[in-house]
């Protein structure tokens, strides 16, 4: 298959179900297609994009909004999905304790709807992560004032994903580091921790997935550095033994 054939099969797969949402709205066919998940893409490693965290600090010194700053923040702090990150509260967020309850989801693709929170795509998502004392820092600012949100990410509703998506590229323009997706965060933050020699189980359950397959077929090529810590970890045998 090429690269980005997934793209083209969603696109027919999105012309469809518009076909039989419609006939569900005015003509009560039931759209079995809802049910039914979209086709995956088989070759992530092909159009990720990943920032080192020199790049972020650039990125993030452009962004002026408090609510996209630290919806940034988050996401790179934290590699967590945007729905995660969108339904939080402030009950999810322990500043004493450093550390994030995910238990729920936003989806914006809700037929009738502009958003509906759910629990999270599978079991091993609902988790409970420690973050950093930067992230910490930037929450407790931006929380003043703001502690009788819904959600954290802003107010009664979550963020629209158009004003994320303009916010984002605003920021790159005018930091000049490289255009990223939004997911590409969640990449950044994994691919920064597994580079770093970081285990891999302990990435894997930190980023929810189901099993550390997973975690490896998406980002092994993020490991450059594994032959040099084999190598090296031979090498001190013989200085030992001298």
């Given amino acids: 298959d090429h690269p980005y054939s997934y793209k083209y099969k969603n696109n027919i797969r999105s012309y469809l179900n518009s076909m039989l949402s419609y006939a569900q709205r005015y003509y009560k066919i039931p759209n079995q297609l809802k049910n039914v998940d979209g086709f995956k893409n088989k070759n992530i490693a092909c159009e990720m994009q990943v920032w080192s965290p020199e790049e972020f600090f650039k990125f993030i010194a452009k962004v002026d909004s408090p609510e996209y700053k630290t919806f940034f923040f988050a996401l790179y702090f934290t590699g967590a999905r945007k729905g995660e990150i969108l339904a939080t509260t402030w009950d999810d967020w322990d500043l004493k304790k450093s550390t994030l309850n995910i238990t729920k989801s936003v989806t914006k693709k809700v037929y009738g709807a502009q958003f509906l929170v759910t629990t999270p795509k599978n079991k091993s998502s609902v988790r409970k992560i420690k973050i950093p004392q930067i992230l910490c820092n930037e929450l407790s600012k931006y929380k003043v ?97 001298s």
């Fill in 145 to 241: 004032g703001r502690e009788d949100y819904k959600f954290v990410f802003a107010g009664d509703k979550p963020l629209a994903d158009s004003n994320i998506q303009r916010a984002l590229k605003n920021g790159c323009e005018e930091s000049k580091v490289k255009q990223i997706r939004i997911h590409d965060f969640r990449h950044s933050h994994a691919s920064y921790l597994l580079s770093s020699g970081v285990p891999v189980v302990s990435v894997a359950k930190r980023l929810g997935h189901s099993n550390i397959e997973q975690t490896l077929n998406t980002y092994a090529h993020c490991m450059p550095t594994d032959e040099d810590i084999l190598i090296n970890t031979l090498q001190r045998l013989d200085t030992n033994r």
